[in-house]
């Protein structure tokens, strides 16, 4: 076969600081392929691996000849930094599988780009650097990474092109990987000489702040796109990364990355007009809470409602675990709830050992340990019934998951009074209603339901609730948005909107 000879792996975490540390353990749970097996399930009907992955290939495929080299893909489910061990191998197995394979032409990393390590600030960084390093300077190396990524300058610097998400929820993973595809085919076929700016306003907001539908996030990705129209193709790419405020490092901030098709000078223009419109809007970038009383005296209204745990989003990093909310719910007199997903893999297996039917003690979080991530997982526990089982072997519905296989373990729907909660074995925020689905729980005839995920959840439940009946609801946990209740110790200050009278002019 001709054409371009290009590598293929990654890298992805998306790092809380405060979580527990990323392990082995917690890649294979999610994704760790190689060679030929990874490059056999991108190309499956419903592959397991990243989105924006599975696309590159498939677009590949679809545009002429090419070369496939299949190295390593590990990925996590956000937690923690990733212990030194971990990622050290996965740098080491990778460098290995490059040296392999011979004269590349391009290299595709497939990462989050808000990891942390125990040893490192900017692993994410020292991952495209260590590619640079081994493959050359004429070796084209393209991006995709999560608009909640803390970009750095030596991964501008290290990498050709660097395309981001433009959708919170995001639903546009397929649309990135395919942009990057087709980018790679054009400065491969001499089409392009890629020059990347970045600017970076002092802008560090929670991600609640950071949804893509609305102001002001959304109006600077618009922005950003209009800008890449009327240059009349001078633009490839014009990424705006919002920062993941948790990982707690010197790159957290608002990212704009403007990569030009030749000319450098466009770029810096462009860059500079987005940064100037980031700043201008920066008030913007905060965000009011629901509190759990009124979270109540909603869930007993005549307005079907739902919520967002957002103290405790596995998507963020959070347990799964924390029992605030499903306590309040439980002792307010509340009716027709639905609520998922908990992360207990203990209290599934019981589910699973007596069956449906059965009428129980639930005991939530009796394997707490004394770590400080643990210290929100109150344990809770109510009469309750089995409702439903399930393997917990799905394939995503709706949303950021529709298409990819998901594996959640042993799950149980547990009704206990007004309250039915889902529980899952692996921890994974439930965003799309297959987690209800599954055990033939219907969120469409609920009176509220709750769900344990930040803002992804709204592509994945926009079926049966508007925007007006969505309510983040300011819980404990290792993803709680209010920032001054963390110790926020490496974030670059002053920085808004940690520090109101922060100043910067691009």
């Known amino acids: 076969m001709t054409g371009p000879r290009v590598a293929l792996l990654g890298m992805i975490l998306e790092s809380n600081r405060f979580a527990k540390p990323a392990a082995r353990e917690d890649f294979d749970s999610l994704t760790w392929l190689e060679g030929e097996a990874l490059l056999a399930e991108a190309r499956g009907k419903t592959p397991v691996l990243a989105t924006e992955f599975a696309a590159f290939v498939a677009a590949m495929d679809a545009t002429g000849p090419w070369q496939a080299v299949p190295c390593l893909l590990a990925a996590s489910h956000p937690a923690g930094p990733v212990e030194r061990a971990v990622f050290e191998e996965v740098m080491a197995r990778n460098t290995a599988l490059l040296r392999a394979a011979g004269p590349l032409d391009a290299v595709y990393i497939c990462n989050h780009g808000a990891m942390v390590a125990e040893h490192e600030d900017d692993p994410d960084g020292a991952f495209i650097a260590q590619v640079r390093a081994v493959v050359g300077p004429q070796t084209r190396i393209v991006v995709t990474l999560d608009l909640h990524g803390n970009i750095s300058p030596r991964m501008v610097s290290e990498s050709d092109l660097i395309v981001g998400y433009r959708t919170n929820p995001h639903v546009d993973m397929r649309e990135r990987g395919e942009e990057a595809a087709f980018s790679l085919r054009r400065i491969l076929a001499g089409l392009a000489r890629p020059e990347a700016v970045m600017v970076k306003p002092p802008i560090a907001p929670a991600s609640v702040a950071l949804l893509t539908a609305e102001r002001p996030y959304g109006t600077l990705i ?99 675990r ?138 994945g439940f926009d079926r049966w609730f508007a925007p007006d009946q969505v309510y983040e609801i300011d819980t404990g946990g290792l993803t709680s948005p209010v920032l001054s209740r963390w110790p926020l110790s490496r974030v670059p200050r002053p920085s808004y909107p940690l520090d109101r009278d922060t100043l910067w002019q691009c």
């Not at 790419?237 to 000078?265: C, H, K, Q, W, Y």
């Not at 639905?338 to 007596?354: C, M, N, T």
């Open 222 to 320: 618009d922005l950003g796109q209009r800008l890449q129209a009327e240059a009349r193709g001078g633009i490839l790419n014009v990424s705006v990364f919002g920062n993941f405020i948790f990982a707690d490092v010197p790159d957290n901030s608002l990212s704009i990355i403007v990569t030009a098709r030749e000319d450098r000078a466009l770029a810096e223009e462009v860059a500079a007009r987005i940064g100037r419109a980031a700043w201008e809007m920066r008030d913007g970038f905060r965000r009011d809470l629901t509190s759990i009383d009124q979270a109540i005296h909603l869930a007993r209204g005549a307005s079907p409602v739902i919520f967002s745990d957002a103290g405790d989003n596995p998507g963020g990093g959070g347990s799964g």
């Open 322 to 459: 924390t029992t605030d909310l499903l306590a309040a719910l439980h002792g307010g007199d509340c009716d027709g709830v639905l609520y998922g997903s908990f992360a207990d893999p203990a209290l599934a297996a019981e589910a699973h050992e007596r069956g449906v039917g059965a009428e129980f003690t639930a005991r939530f979080n009796r394997a707490r340990g004394e770590a400080p991530w643990e210290k929100w997982d109150a344990p809770f526990e109510a009469q309750a019934q089995v409702v439903a089982l399930h393997d917990g072997e799905v394939v995503g519905e709706r949303g950021m998951t529709a298409g990819r296989r998901l594996h959640l373990g042993p799950c149980a729907a547990i009704r206990m009074g007004g309250v039915t909660a889902v529980i899952i074995s692996d921890r994974t925020q439930t965003a799309d209603p297959v987690f209800f689905t599954m055990l033939g729980l219907d969120p469409g005839a609920a009176k509220a339901v709750a769900v344990k995920s930040r803002g992804h959840f709204r592509a």
